[in-house]
C-alpha cells in the first residue's frame, strides 16, 4: 500500500517538475551581407565548396572556410566530408 502511494507521490512530483521548467530560446543572430551572398549561392548550386565562395567574394580560403563554419553553427547549411578537398556543403 505504501509502495503503491509512493510511486503515486513520486510520479506526480517528476511530473511537476518537468512541466514547470521554462522552454529554451533559441536567438538567432542576423546574417551580414557576405553570409546573404553565401547563402544566395546555394539557391544556384546544390553544393559548394569554399573555392566557390572564395571566388564569389574575393577573401581568402580562410576567411571563406569562416563564413561557411558560421552558417553551419546558425543551422542555416550543413557540412558534408571531414577535411580536404572533398568537403562541399548543402543547404538544410
Do not use: C, W
Not at 512541466?19 to 553544393?47: C, G, R, W
Not at 565548396?49 to 574575393?58: P, T
Amino acid at each position: 500500500m505504501y509502495f503503491v502511494l509512493g510511486l503515486f507521490i513520486g510520479a506526480v512530483m517528476v511530473y511537476s517538475y518537468y512541466s514547470t521548467q521554462p522552454e529554451k530560446i533559441v536567438y538567432k543572430t542576423p546574417l551580414n551581407p557576405s553570409q546573404k551572398k553565401v547563402l544566395a549561392l546555394f539557391d544556384t548550386n546544390t553544393q559548394v565548396s569554399s573555392a566557390q565562395v572564395k571566388k564569389l567574394l574575393k577573401v581568402s580560403d580562410a576567411t571563406a572556410t569562416r563564413h561557411l563554419d558560421d552558417l553551419e553553427k546558425a543551422g542555416e547549411i550543413s557540412q558534408i566530408g571531414k577535411t580536404g578537398r572533398y568537403v562541399y556543403y548543402q543547404k538544410i
